[in-house]
């Protein structure tokens, strides 16, 4: 792909990112309306997050980082067949372990809302009022579970799809699924008895639906093959072992996240609503921005490998580049509009004001950790590009236990909101070992122009900060607001922010000229 092509693959990629984010805000929006941060939605996020999971570790993370470089040796150096076998006997294999894998999280569905509910499964045990939320997650998950493994097989021809240079779809591929849960809501959630059970069958429909969505633009590449097993086949042998340290090296905010649930399930009703929502906010610009550049880089990068010279690392410090600058005015604008965000986004059907300030204190936490957590998406690829997914596990495996030794010390204190910066805070840790083992094995190292950037987007993006929360109403008056006005008042603010961080990027020194490669 030529260098001008990268840039515009980010944007197509980022743009149709945009449309699925947005179409996402809006089923979280039409969800918490109907269960707001109480019981029910706890139970529905927990059932919701299981899967979704295991989806981070089969999927989209640890098998597109491990499938990507494998098929895109084998297209320039091998022959059609080669190329169509390699996918057939993936798909095969793949598919054939997550079936496995569904089932066995269907059958055992008690056993893991056990597992990571532990403290709902306590309650459960001493007759406890909390020991309801235990078996409804259980019947829950059973119906979630069999999500997991459609959305495996459309990872897989998402993963066919970008190795061929077409990104658009899977980027919009996910708007299916939040189309589908809008839907569910809207015309059988709001008058059911039961809206959970409405939106666990409709998690599963949306997840079909999906995997045909993409099928006709697989057929176009020439890549729908029929699945074969073949555990043995060189290619398939070669992205197991790279896949297998990778499930842990693209997973360790998602472990995090599941330490935390499981450490929430012990504090009260809501606490898990609350992390759920403020999570949401901060996947809004990591899909948006943090994905769609790390999806666009990841064959750059394994191709630039291939070539020799400085090309890969100058294509790695674009990466850096560009996704600090998106990053670090999301992560101070949202720091200083989080209660806003949340008035505007959520308040409204059974989700209270007194839901919008608690919910905005883990988000201000959460959203601390943004720009970690999305240097991560990128700098993981710069390894995996050269077929190194063992160096990311250390660094994974130091960050989640750095989560744990936070949340034990900041749970007691803080609560919920703890939790919330454990997370944060491991993203850092993460994000600073894999630089530093980059630099140290002489793989990559930031350049002086970089690292000037950044603190130039750095100082811009606090002083619009800084700006927004002097010109944002107080929080007592956001909340007395009716929708409109409260709409109207957060535009202005998002359109100041964005102007004066343009100004204060240029007054700095930013060009245009620093977003090429």
Known sequence: MAKSGLLRSGIITAAATFA???????????????LGAGMSADVFFFANRIPNFFRRLFAEGAFAQSFVPVMTQTRQSGSDKALSDLVSKSAGTLGGIVLLVTIAGMLLSPVLTAIFGWGWFKASLEGSPDGVKYCEASVLLRITFPYLFFVTLTALCSSVLNVFGRFGVPAMTPCILNLTLIGAVLIFGRHAEDPNRVLAWAMVAGGVLQLLFEIPFLRKTGMLVRPRFGWSHPGVKKIRNLMIPAVIGVSAS???????????????????????????????????FAVAI?????????????????????????GVRLVLLLGLPSMCGMIALREPVLRVIFMRGA??????????????????????????????????????????????????LANIVFNLILIKPLGYVGLALSTA????????????????????????????????AA????????????????????LQMDTLTSILWLTLCIAAGGAVYFAASVLLGIRPRALKL
């Not at 699925?20 to 109907?34: E, F, K, P, T």
């Not at 609503?273 to 949401?280: F, P, T, V």
């Not at 666009?296 to 100058?314: M, S």
């Not at 930031?446 to 690292?451: D, E, G, M, Y």
């Open 425 to 456: 805070l491991a993203a850092y840790v993460n994000c600073l070992m894999l630089l530093w083992l980059l630099h140290r094995r002489n793989i990559y190292t930031p350049s002086l122009k970089t690292v000037f950037f950044v603190l130039r």
């Open 351 to 400: 989700f209270t004001a007194d839901n919008v300030m608690l919910s905005s204190a883990s988000l201000f936490a959460s959203v601390s950790g943004l720009c970690a957590i999305m240097l991560v998406r990128v700098l993981v690829q710069g390894f995996a590009a050269i077929q190194d997914t063992r160096t990311p596990v250390r660094c994974s495996i130091t960050a989640i």
């Open 294 to 318: 790390s999806t666009v880089i990841l064959p750059a990068l394994a191709r630039a490998r291939g070539q020799g010279g400085d090309t890969y690392v100058r294509t790695l410090d674009w």
């Open 254 to 288: 998602q472990l995090n996240l599941f330490v935390n649930t499981v450490l929430a399930s012990f504090l009260a009703t809501g606490a898990i609503s609350y992390l759920y929502y403020s999570d949401r906010l901060l996947e809004f610009p990591i899909g948006i």
């Open 459 to 478: 100082a811009a993006a606090a002083l619009m900060g800084f700006a927004v929360r002097w010109i944002s109403p107080e929080t007592s008056q956001w």
């Open 20 to 34: 699925s984010r947005i179409l996402g805000m809006v089923r979280d929006i039409v969800i918490a309306s109907v």
